[in-house]
């Protein structure tokens, strides 16, 4: 869809049920001291370095070249381990530990490590992080500019999208990409009534939109609604009839859980859906499908009117103040835009950072729908509402619910009713 100007972000209220509720939103994390920072680098050398992360697939390849390419530049002689890291959010609450604990009490009799790179949302659940200030103005290592706050630094952002097949839209009488919900809805409907034209009946469902009812996606349609977000309930029920109702007009089913994202290239490419969705990183499925069936269709990545992004940030944990600085010079190299850029290239991410021309030419030579995702505006704080990852599945398994074929629409207010209990319920029991 076609975006807007850069806008300020928006409030996440559709996560805010009642009034009463809003003293639970917001937790403090107590930051380790902000002292002076640490400066004998000469301590630094044959010194290893952990780093845990949570990245997958192209992603987690390039930073293990990143790796290799710091363990042999780096000037300071530090050594830079790369771990995979576990269920960081099951294991805390396995283990009932409060924000504030130190991860040693998390992690029972596992080494705690230097750095972590994961979402900033499960980074903030999980809390007890490094204030990064005194460092970021450290007088020989500082880093003037960066993304992120006083404990991230943040890499890359993740945000849901839309896949279009422009091609077949313009055959169906569309010259323009939906320029907000109700366009969106009149073409994949549109899409529907073709497929319903052709010789056979057994795709007389498709033709629409696949739709990923996830946490995120649900949360950018919502905010794309304009609803009213002064009460949760009420913003979140119109979301739900609307897709219930493309639903029940074939313009709209769910893609299957198993390889969602495939699911969704492959029925686009092949003019079984006009839309799916996904997030930017879905990009590689679709240039990867495109290939494998040879498809000649244009087809675009749009943004929603209105989106969160995800911030995956790299964090600090307390520890020794010359381990401390170790950790930060290999944050500080990692977050250069170089380093960034060739992550976020690498996995399809949204660089946090300007990225460098030969970065951007590599896009626009060779990843056209990518390219153009550089220039969308980006909200001026990534998503970062309390208790996101718990939210989020919340969000998603009630948007199930009202999409099962047997739940007529007359169930949704119940669904939202429980919907807000269960959040009321999980934000009660947060410390």
């Not at 902000?34 to 290893?48: Q, S």
């Not at 992603?59 to 771990?83: C, I, P, T, W």
């Not at 944050?331 to 835009?337: E, F, H, I, V």
Request: hydrophobic share 45%; proline share 9%; net charge negative.
């Amino acid at each position: 869809m076609t975006p807007t100007t850069t806008r300020a972000p928006v409030p996440l209220a559709t996560l805010r049920p009642t009034a009463t509720l809003q003293p639970t939103l917001t937790r403090t994390i107590t930051p380790s001291p902000t002292l002076a920072p640490f400066d004998d680098t000469g301590t630094l050398k044959d010194m290893e370095i952990v780093l845990w992360h949570t990245l997958s697939g192209p992603a987690a390849r390039e930073l293990e070249a990143l790796v290799l390419a710091f363990n042999r530049l780096d000037r300071y002689g530090l050594k830079l381990r790369l771990e995979a890291a576990p269920d960081l959010l099951t294991w805390k609450a396995d283990r009932q530990v409060t924000p504030t604990a130190p991860w040693q009490l998390m992690l029972g009799s596992v080494p705690a490590p230097d750095l972590v790179l994961a979402p900033r949302t499960v980074l903030d659940e999980l809390g007890g992080l490094k204030d990064l200030n005194a460092l970021k103005a450290h007088p020989n290592l500082g880093l003037a500019q960066s993304a992120g706050d006083g404990q991230h630094l943040d890499l890359f952002y993740s945000a849901p999208a839309v896949f279009y097949n422009r091609t077949w839209a313009k055959q169906l009488g569309f010259l323009e990409p939906p320029a907000d919900l109700s366009a969106l809805r009149e073409q994949a409907c549109a899409g529907n009534q073709a497929l319903k034209r052709d010789d056979t009946t057994k795709n007389d469902a498709q033709g629409g939109w696949m739709l990923q009812a996830d946490g995120l996606t649900l949360l950018a349609l919502s905010e794309s609604m304009s609803a009213d977000l002064t009460n949760a309930a009420s913003a979140t029920r119109p979301l739900f009839e609307m897709l219930k109702e493309m639903q029940v007009g074939n313009c709209l089913w769910q893609a299957p859980a198993y390889r969602p994202a495939q699911s969704g290239a492959e029925a686009l490419l092949q003019r079984q859906a006009l839309l799916a969705n996904g997030r930017v990183e879905d990009a590689l499925v679709y240039e990867d499908m495109a290939r494998i069936l040879k498809s000649k269709d244009e087809w675009l990545m749009l943004p929603y009117p209105d989106f969160p992004v995800e911030a995956i940030s790299l964090s600090i944990l307390p520890g020794l103040s010359e381990r401390e600085l170790g950790a930060w010079v290999v944050a500080r190299w990692l977050a250069q835009p170089e380093q960034a850029g060739r992550l976020a290239l690498a996995g399809g991410s949204l660089p946090a950072t300007k990225t460098e021309l030969t970065l951007r030419d590599e896009l626009r030579l060779n990843h056209p729908q990518r390219a153009e995702a550089l220039n969308w505006p980006l909200p001026e704080t990534p998503l970062k509402e309390p208790f996101w990852p718990d939210l989020g599945l919340l969000l998603q398994d009630a948007a199930g619910r009202v999409l099962k074929p047997e739940n007529a629409p007359d169930r949704i207010p119940v669904i939202v009713d429980l919907l807000w209990k269960e959040i009321s319920a999980l934000l009660s029991s947060q410390p």
